[in-house]
């Protein structure tokens, strides 16, 4: 009773707002954002569908007028119920009495069109520069770290040929008016409702972060405790004729269908709200939207969610329950042993930046053709021994470039890998001599050859890195044979790509013998994308059809 | 350090310059043993004071702080005996702030304030005067020893504990900015963990007590001072932590920009800052979080340990961890803004052995980045290899697959073998549908295969939608997909059940909506379809395909039905319009653009590239034609949305030029086939075909043949192309060439009845009375399910 006093006074003072002179509505803003127990109330009633056929349209009413005060501070009152509000509104969309919540639509869809424009009505587009190690800025200076790390990257490539400029990108906006809520545009508007509601997180009282948790777990639910009783039922008694199962769907077991860009706005309300007071339910609601993400395969959803349970397990980055924003003393031990770590101890370990590749020399000693030819045929021979090896698991994989592919990625034998290693290793300088052999005896096998390093090109940015990383350490082998066995079965493992590149050179060049039709196409697709390289076979396959 | 102890021993002085200087650089095992050289009698205070400060600096710098407490307690008695002498001694104060030091760090707060005030450092800090560099230090450690221990006792005044706190961090990054200065650059200063713990409390003290804002000046503040390589580490936790602080606490409405009047406060107790007109001053939120996070991952990677030794486990653990966390932030705060970078994950590759979590990130970014798929289902296979009991790796590799490599085989390979790794019931239903996807993509796509090896993989398909409807019943994805299959096999009513539950499970469900309209529609129900589609688009009013199902259908249904689907048609255009105008719209409606639903559409689109780059090689100076050219390198270029998008356009002229025909408006159909072919280019298999239909209406046979080969030259398994093809020889008189061609055509797609029709009176003409009647009924069986468009139209890689 005492909830009906509270929230009949509010709405009454639904006239009143009108007509206030500014001070004194300013003054009453103050006073209704620092009521509680009325905010409390509100909320309740809003949760509450037994209030909805007697408050729900009022409260709307009176949030929208608030919503369109000059006053901010009642703005911020009625944004703190978006979440509760959007609620409702993904509730009871199917709702047969649909009549009831048209309010809520209206007001949803009201403060959405507001909010996407700006004062004088124009559609808001809200960028940001994306900031650079490059460039110097009042945190940091560029020379001093960054040169280490200029290695051209896609990224990096992008800004250059962008001109240099600042990247920008749109942090809000552009957003299209809608007249009516839809299948359609459902989805979109309460992905811009929440991520307005993001944007005054700071600012909108601490119920509603409980409240905008307890949506999210409402919301990811919904149907699924409905269904399972009745079904577990139905498939005792009849296991074997799944057509039954139709009798017992119920649009009661219908989910609600959520966009993955109306999750991650939802992850990130709830992650900033983990970290302020309601941390079991931030959890849980974390745990419920890493599920659904996890059955619909977003990969978006599952990064974002998998990033915040990483770093909510790995501690650096603090616990809500460490304090504040997760942001605690417990890092002090982290700094002193981190600090004695690259001052003490461990000086002698070799860290990301003191790490130097060593240059190999440029003149690899050319090797005579009298000599080369068993080489050569060792090489081939041991290369196929490899893939042999790797077919006998996979014998789905038939084509060569399948093979190569799953060749990398396949579990690294640690102990006689090493001594295969550095027999691959020299495999690889000699492939560079025997690609010259090779391009003297033959032109198209030297084509096919060229044509593959150029698509190999597309992942420079790594490769660049990685061939500098497994060079130097066979030398390193040589002297220690503790460290560097780990070090080099991963650097190995990772360059998976690039020797795959050498593989399926060798034997395309073995299978010299493939139409020069088809490295034509080959090279001629290759400059774009690997995509392609991958479907080059399937290429192939329409040119040689329409020249049959 | 190739000087021996064992020699004579050296001159006092120098022995005490030495030490000054060891001191200064904080080499306190140095130190020690060349203290431990002095005579103890010559100056036992000096001594005292030297063991004292070198004994307690080796116990800070000491990792298991409790096995070395003797060195803490010898520390405090060697300084207490110092200190007990006489107190006008110069070491006097020095001597009582270690003391404070030390018994701060025991626990003794009360104590170590004592010392403090007894050291009567007050006096040096009444005023901010330059001070040599040691003393900097000292005064800098009393702040920070006063602070900490006023915390930690019942003191309530935080704005002193505060004022204390910032005072020492701004001591102590001066101080090490003024050594950087004195000793050149890339000299490493440890300054103790009293300091260092110091420069950060100020901050957060601040935070608990609930002033946020001033929380993130401070850290501002600090991160604005000039970097020394001394606090390289230290900076790297402040700009992680303060982006913590805004991503978690300053949300954008209460977020203030950088103030640059603080870069201009200065005074030798003041650290040096970066100024000036040209740094880059983040004005959003975003700018700063990001900026903030890309300086920490930057500072955090180098520090990371290479080394795999057992003996640098724990630290490089540590620093991985410690740069995992920036990602993982980098992550939370990149997502929302639909911003996925992956070259941060393309530098990390070189520490990352055996991290998964490391490459599953990398995996999913590439994947959303829709930059280069295959290599996110390369990375997804080593997540895989790394974890053999996940089977998300697989599933993801195997969406991609579906969605942007059109591999179905490869899909069902990865499919299974998440099947095989899968111990999850909510992923199983899923699991089996992604299998049954890939099944059934198979056999709808590869027109060539053995007819038993497809009757399997159809059988395959239908299988695993229901074991997914068996293990899920309440997901409607399977419904939908067995509906599909069941309807492209013509078991339509069968079908139209399976919709209709795939429907009430979701009612928003636009595939099985087109599935649904579709089915009526084979069921003749024009008026029910039509009315289905109408109220479809209430809800979807931007839907081009439900949009062009209505053109159809109204073609079929209306009074002037060609009239009134030229109108929709036209309507479809302005939506193309728009929506490849701007991004957002794309958003409302081509999402769902998925008009062929068959893949070799695009694989002649890529066809239809490479023929346009080979024109542009070989016959440069025609550039007159530059426009179609532009206009097919425009569709390389695109991303895989937008070249759907491409394709629907061409599709809509296509239907307009078609009405037009149906309308025996000749001259319009052909003045919209030219305009069209000016922007998609000649070389599109679909004008083509379009001009043979536009020649075989107006009779002229042979130009028609001529297009219609044309267009399978490109896209050989065009069915509809190959199927007029045949008609025109039948037409021509040429029923032998009809034959191959219409059996060609019965090859890529059987359920054409038109086709099997053709094939009939060619068979007929032929003399093959039997097989002449057979194909006939086959037409009419298949005229009595058949669609108002193919089923294939209907999405097939649908997975929510």
Redo the contacts between chains.
């Keep these: 009773m005492a909830r009906k006093v509270l929230i009949n006074d509010w709405l009454s003072e639904f006239e009143r707002v009108d007509k206030l002179t500014v001070s004194q509505l300013q003054s009453y803003a103050i006073s209704v954002c620092n009521y509680p127990d009325l905010i409390n109330d509100l909320f309740d009633a809003l949760h509450d569908t037994a209030f909805h056929e007697q408050y729900l349209e009022k409260i709307c009413d009176q949030l929208f007028k608030f919503y369109r005060s000059k006053e901010d501070r009642l703005r911020l009152f009625t944004l703190m119920f978006i979440p509760t509000l959007i609620g409702i509104h993904l509730t009871n969309c199917y709702n047969v009495d649909k009549k009831l919540y048209r309010c809520v639509d209206v007001l949803l869809l009201s403060i959405y069109n507001l909010e996407i424009v700006d004062e004088e009505g124009e559609i808001l587009n809200r960028k940001f520069r994306l900031p650079s190690m490059v460039r110097p800025s009042i945190f940091h200076e560029p020379s001093s770290v960054s040169s280490q790390n200029s290695a051209l990257t896609e990224h990096a490539l992008l800004r250059l040929e962008s001109g240099g400029g600042d990247q920008t990108l749109s942090s809000f906006g552009p957003h299209v008016e809608y007249d009516v809520i839809n299948c359609g545009n459902r989805m979109i508007i309460m992905t811009v409702l929440l991520k307005v509601y993001n944007h005054y997180l700071s600012s909108v009282p601490k119920q509603s972060y409980l409240a905008l948790c307890k949506m999210a777990i409402k919301v990811m639910r919904y149907g699924s405790n409905n269904c399972n009783t009745k079904l577990e039922n139905s498939a005792n008694a009849e296991n074997s004729n799944f057509t039954n199962y139709s009798k017992f769907i119920s649009r009661k077991c219908a989910k609600i269908p959520l966009s993955s860009e109306f999750l991650v706005q939802l992850l990130n309300s709830v992650y900033f709200c983990m970290f302020n007071g309601v941390e079991n339910e931030g959890f849980e609601a974390l745990e419920e939207i890493y599920n659904r993400a996890f059955v619909n395969l977003y990969a978006d959803v599952l990064m974002m969610s998998m990033a915040i349970k990483n770093s909510l397990r790995v501690n650096p980055s603090g616990q809500p329950r460490d304090g504040p924003m997760g942001i605690s003393v417990a890092l002090s031990p982290t700094s002193t042993t981190f600090s004695s770590a690259t001052s003490g101890v461990s000086k002698a370990a070799i860290t990301n930046a003191s790490f130097r590749t060593k240059k190999l020399p440029d003149d690899i000693p050319i090797v005579t053709n009298s000599s080369s030819h068993p080489h050569l045929t060792s090489i081939n021979e041991e290369n196929e021994e490899v893939n042999e090896k790797e077919k006998i698991p996979k014998p789905s994989s038939a084509t060569s470039t399948k093979q190569a592919s799953s060749g990398g990625i396949l579990p690294v034998n640690k102990i006689p890998m090493l001594q295969l290693l550095k027999e691959r290793k020299d495999k690889k300088k000699e492939a560079n001599t025997t690609a010259k052999i090779i391009k003297v005896r033959s032109e198209n096998g030297d084509l096919i050859h060229r044509s593959f390093t150029e698509t190999g090109d597309a992942n420079a940015g790594v490769e660049s890195d990685t061939s500098g990383i497994s060079e130097p350490k066979s030398d390193y082998g040589s002297e220690n044979e503790m460290i560097p066995l780990n070090t080099y079965t991963s650097k190995k493992a990772f360059n998976g790509e690039e020797q795959n590149s050498n593989c399926s050179s060798n034997t395309s060049s073995n299978a010299m013998v493939v139409p020069l039709l088809s490295s034509n196409s080959e090279s001629r697709l290759s400059s774009t994308s690997i995509h392609q390289e991958m479907n080059v076979k399937l290429n192939d396959e329409i040119v040689c059809e329409t020249y049959k | 350090m190739s000087y021996s102890s064992t020699s004579t021993p050296k001159s006092k002085a120098r022995l005490e310059s030495e030490i000054e200087r060891n001191r200064e650089e904080g080499h306190w095992k140095r130190c020690l043993e060349l203290a431990q050289q002095l005579p103890v009698e010559s100056n036992s205070q000096l001594v005292q004071f030297l063991l004292g400060e070198t004994k307690l600096e080796l116990f800070l ?1 000491s ?1 298991k702080q409790s096995s070395s407490s003797s060195l803490l307690k010898e520390a405090k008695k060697h300084l207490i005996s110092c200190v007990s002498g006489s107190n006008t001694s110069p070491l006097f104060m020095d001597a009582n702030l270690l003391l404070a030091k030390s018994y701060y760090i025991s626990g003794d707060y009360e104590e170590a304030l004592k010392c403090i005030e007894i050291s009567g450092i007050d006096t040096v800090t009444q005023v901010e005067k330059p001070l040599p560099l040691r003393v900097m230090k000292l005064v800098a450690e009393s702040f920070a020893v006063r602070g900490m221990s006023l915390d930690k006792g019942d003191e309530q005044n935080h704005e002193f504990i505060i004022t204390c706190l910032t005072k020492a961090s701004d001591l102590t990054i001066r101080y090490l900015q003024n050594i950087e200065k004195q000793h050149g650059p890339y000299t ?1 200063v ?1 300054v103790g ?1 009293i300091l ?2 110091a420069i ?2 100020a ?2 003290e601040l ?2 007590s ?1 002033k ?1 804002d001033k929380a993130v000046i401070q850290y501002r503040n600090l ?2 001072a ?2 020394t390589q001394s606090t ?3 900076r790297q ?1 402040i ?3 303060l982006a ?2 805004i ?8 977020w203030t920009p ?1 103030d ?1 009047s603080i ?1 201009t406060s200065s005074g030798p107790w003041k650290p040096l800052r ?2 000036g007109q ?7 939120r ?2 700063e979080v ?3 996070l ?2 920490s991952e ?2 955090a ?9 057992p ?2 486990h724990e ?2 653990i ?2 991985l ?2 740069v ?2 920036v ?3 980098m ?2 705060f990149y ?3 639909k ?1 996925y ?3 941060m994950f ?2 990390a ?6 991290v998964k ?1 490391i490459w ?2 990398f995996a ?2 590439l ?2 980045s829709k ?5 996110a289902v ?1 990375l997804f ?2 997540v ?2 790394i974890d053999p009991h996940d089977p ?1 790796p697989c ?2 590799a195997s ?1 991609i697959c579906i969605l ?4 179905p085989e ?1 899909a069902l ?1 990865l499919a299974e073998k998440a099947f095989e790794r899968n111990n999850n019931e ?2 199983l239903s ?1 699991i089996h549908v992604i299998i049954g996807m890939a099944s059934a993509l198979v056999v709808e796509e590869a027109t060539e295969t053995v007819k038993k090896l497809k009757s399997d993989y159809a059988e395959k398909a239908i299988e695993n939608f ?1 074991l997914a ?2 293990v899920n ?2 997901d ?1 994805l399977p419904y939908f997909h067995l509906a599909l299959t069941l309807a492209r096999q013509r078991s339509i009513n069968e079908a139209i ?2 919709a209709q ?1 795939a429907l ?6 636009i595939p099985t909506i087109q599935l649904l309209i579709l089915c009526l529609s084979s069921l003749k129900q024009y008026d029910e379809a039509l009315k289905l589609c109408e109220a479809a688009l ?6 081009l395909l439900l949009l062009y199902i209505k053109a159809h259908l109204e073609e079929v249904l209306c009074d002037d039905g060609r009239e009134v689907a030229l109108l929709t048609a036209k309507h479809m255009l302005k939506c193309c319009k728009i929506a490849a105008s ?1 991004e ?2 794309k ?3 081509g999402d769902t653009v998925n008009l062929t639903g068959t893949n070799y559409d695009t ?1 002649s689109l ?2 239809e590239q ?1 023929l346009s ?2 024109a542009s090689v070989d016959s440069a100076p025609v550039q007159i034609e530059g426009m179609s050219i532009t206009g097919s390198n425009a569709a ?1 270029s695109m991303n895989l949305g937008s070249k759907k998008l491409w394709n629907f356009h061409i599709h809509v002229w296509m239907l307009v030029a078609e009405l037009f025909i149906k309308l025996n408006q000749i001259s319009e159909a052909e003045s919209c086939v030219e305009g069209a072919s000016a922007i998609f280019g000649p070389l599109s298999h679909q004008f083509m075909y379009l001009k043979g239909i536009l020649h075989k209406a107006k009779g002229q046979l042979i130009e028609a043949k001529i297009c219609f080969q044309n267009a399978i ?1 490109i896209n ?1 398994k065009h069915a509809k192309a190959l199927q007029q093809l045949g008609h025109t020889y039948h037409l021509l008189g040429n029923h032998v060439v009809a034959d191959k061609y219409l059996r060609d055509s019965l090859k890529m797609d059987a359920s054409l009845h038109e086709t099997w029709s053709f094939m009939g009176s060619v068979l007929d003409t032929l003399g093959d009375h039997n097989r002449a009647s057979t194909c006939q009924m086959t037409a009419l069986q298949l005229e009595a399910t058949s669609p108002i468009l193919s089923f294939n139209v209907v999405p097939r890689t649908v ?2």
């Design positions: 710098e990792d490493v440890n963990p260092e713990v950060q409390r901050a957060i935070i608990e609930g946020v991160m604005n000039c970097e390289l580490n230290t936790i700009s992680r932590q913590e602080i991503m978690r606490g300053v949300s954008k409405s209460v950088f640059t870069t970066y100024f040209s740094l880059f001053v983040p004005k959003t975003e700018e990001i900026l903030l890309i300086i930057m500072l990677s180098r520090n990371v340990v290479l080394d795999r030794g003996e640098f630290s490089r540590q620093s961890d410690n995992m966390a990602y993982d932030l992550t939370i997502t929302p803004l911003n970078v992956y070259d393309e530098r590759m070189k520490f990352s052995f055996e979590h599953f990130q999913m970014t994947m959303e930059k280069c798929p295959a290599r390369k296979e080593e895989a290899r998300l599933l993801l969406k942007e490599l059109d591999q490869e390979r909510a992923l899923k229901k409807i068996k019943p309440s409607h059940e399976n539950t009430l499970l979701n009612p928003e469900h209430e809800e979807f009013p931007d839907q701007g957002q719209e958003v409302t409606c694989m890529r066809m490479t780059e080979v390389s030259s050989p997975f929510e």
